[in-house]
């Protein structure tokens, strides 16, 4: 462990299937007005929304609908957001949903009481904020991103073919977050599967990279291998609710910044990820998946000894007699053998991307230098070429 940090994780957690009655003991901290914000539809369905609902009207709330939060928020939904949260001076932003309300609703926390434009001051600027910040709260609906405690909120803006993350300071955590693993189970099985490769990736992004021995690497090839087991049972049976209890807990620990203390991180697949977001509107986790297999064959020369300890202690390839490539590749292979089993997309034109849309995603990719190798513009280039 040869990094130096710092460590603070401000989101208050309630966990288990009757984490949803402590709404009860956090509304009395905030003011009257809640803008309660959900996606198309799926709250209504499983009876989420009432549930919360009955809860928002027992404690007197004044209660605000912004509906309609699409995967992959927009820009201009955010302005809608910001909006709405001005008209009726909003005092907490309640998201139920997955990662797309709660980065939402963390993007529109920082907007409200702040005049410029969000999407330049934040996702093209990259500035913090500087004004008062709405508090957030979270009822998660579905596990993948980590966003229920962390700081990161992700915007996309058709028009610039841009799907950006900014990742905020500790004041923009949400302030609670209520993980029920019932309300996960009336997911469609690809969106459960998006949301596990997403877990997956966030893990492997701050996995690959470092050479020192780090705590963290242990952690994480912990957190890995419950994700792969819990996995396997939950695409045989998603009614099984220990696997999505443990599928969800996982998924907050895979990006609630504790395993990325002392790292560089990587975080290259989610640019390649996001970049194909930006141009195809796809699920991100599946974008991931995409991307994932041509990327980590491409760096692996960079990291191999990275690469051969994933594979022995992550998929459990005896290394007896083997180079360390060799090692690596027989990981490689396990970690594709388990994504084909659970079913992630396996490559972008499963997607809808074709040859001539590479050079738009390249232009929408953004490179970081904190993994093995910092990829040039053609290295991205080869490497989606070899995902399609
Ligand atoms: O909109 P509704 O009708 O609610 O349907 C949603 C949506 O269509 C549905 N869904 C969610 N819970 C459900 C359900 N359907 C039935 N039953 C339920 N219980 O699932 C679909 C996807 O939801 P969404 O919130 O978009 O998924 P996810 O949680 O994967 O969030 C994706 C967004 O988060 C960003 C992604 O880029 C993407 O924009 N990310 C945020 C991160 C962060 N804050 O740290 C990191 C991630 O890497 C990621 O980039
Ligand atoms: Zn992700």
Not at 146 to 151: F, K, L, Q, T, V
Not at 256 to 270: A, C, P, Y
Not at 276 to 300: C, E, N
Not at 338 to 361: F, P, Y
Request: include cysteine; charged fraction near 20%; charge should be negative.
């Amino acid at each position: 462990m040869l990094g130096n940090f710092s460590y603070k994780n401000a989101t208050k957690l309630y966990f288990g299937d009757d984490s949803l009655k402590y709404l009860n003991d956090e509304l009395p901290k905030y003011g009257k007005n809640v803008q309660l914000i959900y996606g198309g539809g799926s709250v209504k369905r499983n009876g989420v929304y009432d549930a919360v609902m009955q809860i928002l009207k027992a404690n007197g709330k004044t209660v605000v609908e912004d509906a309609g939060v699409m995967p992959n928020p927009t820009a201009e939904k955010l302005r809608e957001g910001v909006r709405i949260a001005r008209e009726n001076n909003v005092d907490l932003l309640l998201a139920v949903g997955g990662g797309s309300c709660c980065d939402y609703a963390k993007a529109v926390s920082v907007s409200v009481h702040c005049d410029d434009d969000p999407w330049d001051k934040y996702f093209i600027r990259f500035e913090e904020p500087d004004c008062e910040i709405v508090p957030v709260g979270c009822i998660l609906t579905m596990a993948g991103t980590g966003s229920e405690m962390n700081a990161g909120s992700v915007i996309t803006n058709h028009e610039q073919k841009l799907k950006i993350g900014h990742v905020f300071g500790e004041e923009v955590m949400p302030k609670f977050s209520i993980l029920n693993p019932t309300f996960t189970l009336s997911l469609p099985k690809r969106q459960m599967v998006a949301g596990i490769y997403d877990i997956f990736n966030h893990i492997c992004e701050q996995y690959f990279s470092g050479e020192d021995d780090n705590t963290s690497d242990y952690i994480a090839e912990a957190l890995m291998k419950s994700v792969i087991h819990s996995s396997l049972i939950a695409v045989e049976d998603p009614q099984d609710y220990e696997a999505r209890s443990n599928i969800m807990w996982s998924a907050t620990w895979a990006l609630n910044t504790l395993i990325s203390r002392g790292k560089t991180t990587d975080w290259m697949v989610h640019m390649l990820g996001q970049a194909v977001g930006a141009i195809t509107d796809a699920t991100h986790g599946m974008t991931l998946a995409a991307v994932s297999l041509p990327y980590y064959r491409f760096i692996m020369p960079y990291g191999v000894k990275k690469f051969a300890r994933f594979a022995v202690e992550v998929w459990g390839v005896d290394p007896t007699g083997k180079t360390d490539t060799q090692t690596a590749e027989e990981g490689l292979a396990a970690m594709e053998a388990w994504m084909k089993k659970i079913g992630t997309a396996m490559d972008l034109s499963e997607l809808g991307v074709t040859e001539d849309m590479i050079e738009a995603i390249a232009d929408a990719t953004i490179i970081l230098d904190g993994g093995y190798k910092a990829l040039t513009r053609d290295d991205v280039v080869s490497v989606l070429k070899a995902s399609l």
